[in-house]
């Protein structure tokens, strides 16, 4: 079975600073797909940003942008210029195949400080 | 845009009895994901439904049922609930044909089991 591991249960940064959150996963397959998801305080979660195994390019949405080391297993997220509003629970997730299950992190929470 | 819809947002019950959950799937998706998040957890996969037809089943309790509808809504059917039950649960929808991969949460369902 696939495993999603977030090493960081806990991480701050200064508004305006740059941070990483981390993620390794286990996985046999070759093509997947990982994502990182955001739950701020009321719980819902929203998409920040996908990756497709087969794609090399790093993803990047505006201020969120990816590490992805395929051989590594590793799907590290990038918060540029952080602002107060990004604070929340961040969840690493993967995703076998279009349409299956997503298997999630433990979560890393974030705190951003003014 | 249209998101995914979840009802109650609420619900309050006692151990023994029985509660549905309700979710809409945002228009012309066609795969219905359900997740139970208990607290200070990840999302656990319960169940997922691909054109009115389970597509997968994870740690979902022999107490759960669930079934996708025609107009594609689908609903989670709990019973005998338990303390243990208490969580948020997720509908999450997507378009299974499409290669993203992408799984739209809605608000959640917040069960309390009393």
């Known amino acids: 079975a696939q495993t999603v591991t977030q090493s960081q249960p806990e991480m701050s940064v200064q508004e305006a600073e740059t941070v990483t959150l981390s993620c390794t996963y286990d996985t046999s397959e070759s093509d997947y797909y990982l994502f990182w998801y955001k739950q701020p305080p009321s719980r819902q979660m929203i998409l920040v940003i996908r990756?497709?195994?087969?794609?090399?390019q790093n993803a990047t949405e505006n201020r969120f942008s990816v590490n992805f080391q395929k051989a590594a297993k590793s799907f590290s997220l990038k918060i540029s210029d952080s602002q107060l509003g990004d604070a929340a629970m961040y969840f690493c997730?993967?995703?076998?195949?279009?349409?299956?299950?997503?298997?999630f992190g433990e979560g890393t929470q974030l705190t951003v400080n003014p | 845009a249209a998101g995914v819809i979840q009802s109650p947002r609420h619900l309050i019950k006692e151990k023994r009895e029985t509660a549905t959950l309700k979710c809409y799937p945002i228009?012309?998706?066609?795969?219905v994901y359900w997740y139970q998040q208990g607290p200070g957890q990840d999302p656990q996969f319960l169940i997922s439904?691909?054109?009115?037809?389970?597509?997968d089943k994870g740690s979902i309790p022999d107490r759960f049922s669930a079934q996708q509808f025609s107009d594609y809504h689908s609903e989670l059917n709990m019973s005998s609930l338990e303390l243990g039950d208490s969580a948020l649960y997720f509908c999450?929808?997507?378009f299974g044909g499409g290669p993203e991969g992408e799984q739209y949460f809605g608000p959640g369902t917040r069960l309390t089991v009393t």
């Open positions: 999450a929808s997507s």
């Open positions: 228009p012309r998706h066609d795969t």
């Open positions: 997730a993967y995703g076998e195949t279009s349409g299956s299950r997503l298997t």
């Open positions: 439904f691909y054109e009115k037809m389970q597509s």
């Open positions: 990756q497709e195994a087969y794609k090399q």
